[in-house]
């Protein structure tokens, strides 16, 4: 049974836009136990973050980082509509 998926990780992995240590990553979803849509719907605006986006996505969180540091509760930065102001 080592070598069953935990559930929902095949979906966050085909969602995630950085491939590298998906050991780690499955390692870190069978002990954090992630709600998938929660995660999913993050994913979403997360991907299209400017620090996500910069530099080809250099600074997108190493996967098994995003889960252990429950970066799916993140919020959107505001900076879209920080300093537009009409006088």
Do not use: C
């Not at 499955?26 to 998938?36: G, N, S, V």
């Not at 980082?65 to 006088?87: M, S």
């Amino acid at each position: 049974s080592g070598t069953r998926r935990a559930v929902g990780f095949d979906e966050f992995w085909d969602a995630y836009p950085r491939k590298t240590g998906k050991g780690d990553a499955e390692k870190a979803w069978r002990k954090m136990h992630p709600p998938l849509p929660d995660v999913l719907i993050a994913l979403e605006w997360q991907r299209k973050e400017e620090n996500w986006t910069k530099d080809r996505g250099q600074f997108i969180p190493m996967p098994s980082t995003y889960i252990n540091q429950k970066r799916w509760l993140d919020e959107p930065t505001k900076l879209a509509n920080a300093g537009v102001r009409e006088f």
